[in-house]
């Protein structure tokens, strides 16, 4: 038997939820571990998405009031510091939201005069900070046709949002990972997390491979799993749909011909699907959202999931032969919340009656809101009574390889 490993903080997933919150607490003089079944961090949700960071104008479409709404907003000014300090591409590409028609246009008025008072007033529940939001606009048929000569030719213009940016997830959830390890994080990669024991406020965590790992806090950061792991310890004060998303990527001769993130809104017919078409950072193109409520386990791909795919592709930039240029296809899980309502929040909560344990629960633009998700978690530790003391020689920039 292995002797214990003793920490203050442990985090189950290395996802960008758990990775972000790891880096945050790095700052710090405390002992923190970060757990994770796989041989590297970031490759679940955190790699099979849209590769969107949600910048003002799309945020302002959530549910005023809620988490979901509050950490995208507040994460704005944070990207640019954090990319230039792990020195990671953060790409303003910016939004096409294309008006087909009167509807469109009402709807997308609503949004624009939301930015509008986002970016003013300081009371807004949704303050933008000043200078680090561009103004929405709305262009007419000719300007977007200059901003996308493939676009549908039928669109009477667009809102374009200037601040959407496009990440590599992958590299980012690495860099942040690195740099916490640099500071004194622990990676336990290989570990998948099996069973979990309270006695009073400390946690021991088992894991398939033999590792006992001892912590006074635990946050649960493991994505679409987060149910089952806060079930181990009655922890469960929340309930999820897994919503199962399917992207279709394109290669490079016609990503080339793709500058935008464009799309437009899905008539009754469409839904519950998404419809965009994005350029990614390496040139590539790709498309989707087709969404299915599904089981946890189903990860394949099905065909009608890339026929709706290429379908919207084509409808958006119907002279474009997307069908000639399919790299993959391939599956990502959302925790979706509220699901009975329609509209989604996140979770970042400590359950009553379970002391020191915080759940995470991200789901849809959970990417974008993880540079603010790290502070939050750090408010609750500290008031939960764990004392924070800054770290001597903490370094933003340093970096040290995590996998194994
Ligand atoms: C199709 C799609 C498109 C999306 N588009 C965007 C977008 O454009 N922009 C955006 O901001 N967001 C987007 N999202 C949402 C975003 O991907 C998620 O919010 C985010 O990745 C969730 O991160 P996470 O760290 O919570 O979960 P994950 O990345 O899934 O990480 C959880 C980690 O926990 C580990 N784990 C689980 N169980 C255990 C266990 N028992 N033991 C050990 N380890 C365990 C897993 O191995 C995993 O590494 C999209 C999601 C999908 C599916």
């Known amino acids: 038997m292995l002797e214990p490993l003793n920490f203050d903080v442990a985090i189950i997933g290395g996802g960008i939820a758990g990775v972000s919150i790891a880096r945050e607490l790095s700052q710090y003089s405390i002992n923190v571990a970060v757990i994770d079944m796989h041989d590297d961090v970031g490759l679940e949700s955190t790699s099979t998405n849209h590769n969107l960071v949600c910048q003002g104008g799309d945020s302002l479409s959530f549910r005023p009031g809620t988490l979901h709404a509050e950490l995208n907003i507040k994460s704005i000014p944070l990207w640019p510091k954090l990319a230039d300090e792990l020195n990671f591409p953060l790409k303003r590409v910016g939004g096409l939201w294309l008006i087909r028609d009167k509807a469109d246009f009402k709807r997308y008025l609503r949004l624009y005069s939301r930015a509008f008072k986002s970016s003013l007033e300081p009371n807004a529940p949704y303050y933008i900070p000043e200078g680090s939001f561009q103004p929405l606009e709305f262009v007419n048929r000719k300007q977007l046709l200059d901003m996308e000569p493939y676009v549908m ?26 740099n916490a390890k640099a500071n004194g994080v622990e990676f336990l990669l290989k570990q998948e997390v099996t069973k979990i024991e309270r006695q009073g406020i400390t946690y021991s965590i088992y894991t398939r ?58 008539r009754m017919e469409d839904l519950p699907h998404v419809k965009a078409v994005l350029p990614n950072i390496y040139g590539f193109a790709r498309s989707g959202i087709y969404l299915e409520l599904t089981y946890k386990s189903d990860k394949a791909v099905r065909e009608e999931a890339v026929n709706h795919n290429i379908k919207v592709a084509k409808e958006l930039f119907p002279e474009i032969p997307f069908e000639r240029h399919i790299v993959k296809s391939f599956t990502g899980f959302m925790a979706y919340t509220n699901a009975d309502t329609g509209w989604h929040d996140f979770v ?57």
């Open 153 to 178: 030719p039928n669109a009477l213009g667009a809102l374009h949002d200037p601040n959407l940016c496009i990440i590599d997830p992958i590299k980012v959830a690495k860099a942040l990972a690195e």
């Open 209 to 266: 491979q033999g590792l006992i790992i001892k912590s006074t806090f635990v946050i649960n950061a493991s994505g679409i799993e987060v149910d089952r792991v806060a079930e181990m310890v009655s922890a469960r004060n929340f309930s999820i749909v897994p919503l199962k998303g399917t992207l279709t990527d394109f290669d490079e001769e016609v990503g080339k011909l793709i500058s935008h993130e464009v799309h437009v809104l899905p």
């Open 348 to 404: 970042v909560d400590i359950p009553d009656y379970v002391p020191n344990w915080i759940n995470i629960v991200l789901g849809p633009a959970g990417v974008s809101a993880s540079p603010m998700l790290g502070k939050k978690v750090i408010e609750l530790l500290i008031q939960s009574g764990l004392r924070l003391e800054p770290k001597k020689g903490f370094d933003p920039r340093a970096r040290r390889g995590v996998s194994s």
